[in-house]
């Protein structure tokens, strides 16, 4: 009976052993090597997605999903065939701004699921937007405003130049006549200055004759 006992346990040991060695290579051989994106790295634009394993895996049971940091679920679609390297297309909406999250179930070579997910931060790029001096802004000239309103006035009352006929000063024809009776003053009085001398000629040889 002691001899038993010793025997048994060892045989439990072997056992043991055996189904150790039996699971360490599917656990220790087929693990992820790397995946695009880096775990923890930022990226501004994402197409594609891939992960690289250290052995072949199988084109079944494999799985890809994108959790964006609202919670939002997307399935991606794998690329076929599947190699020790597994891809998929990332939609335009499968992303959001911030943490987002890769999750993967692949199936290695020997039939072994293997999960995981890969963490990585999306920044799209900003858009510029338009500054206050890029905008179009109406200018103090271009809108309308107290000084530039033009009021309603009377219409000023055309300047009419009247040309009139100037005849001849009445001044002049008193000047003419007062110059033309001067002068027939004149003459009547030399005339009457002649005839008083003849007549005296006459009077003073008269007694003489």
Do not use: C, K
């Not at 923890?40 to 594609?48: C, I, N, R, S």
């Not at 390297?85 to 072994?112: K, Q, S």
């Not at 995981?116 to 109406?138: D, L, Q, R």
Request: glycine content about 10%; proline content about 10%.
């Amino acid at each position: 009976m002691p001899r038993i006992v010793p025997r048994f346990l060892a045989a439990l040991a072997a056992v043991a052993g055996a189904l150790v060695l039996a699971g360490a290579p599917a656990s220790a051989h087929t693990a992820l090597v790397s995946s695009t994106p880096a775990a923890g790295e930022t990226v501004t634009a994402l197409a594609e997605v891939s992960l690289e394993f250290t052995e072949q895996l199988l084109d079944i049971g494999n799985e890809l999903a994108m959790v964006a940091p609202d919670g939002t679920r997307t399935v991606l679609a794998i690329v076929e065939p599947v190699t020790e390297t597994i891809t998929a297309a990332v939609p335009d909406d499968a992303l959001g701004a911030g943490e987002n999250v890769l999750r993967y179930r692949v199936v290695a070579g020997d039939g072994h699921p293997i999960e995981g997910e890969v963490a990585f931060t999306y920044a799209p790029p900003v858009e510029a937007t338009p500054s206050a001096s890029a905008s179009p802004t109406p200018s103090a000239s271009a809108s309308p405003s107290a000084s530039a309103v033009v009021l309603p006035t009377t219409s000023p009352t055309p300047h009419v130049t009247v040309y009139e006929e100037v005849g001849p000063n009445p001044a002049v024809y008193v000047i003419i006549g007062a110059v033309a009776a001067g002068a027939l003053a004149l003459t009547i009085a030399l005339r009457g200055r002649g005839n008083g001398g003849g007549a005296g000629g006459d009077a003073a040889g008269g007694p003489q004759a």
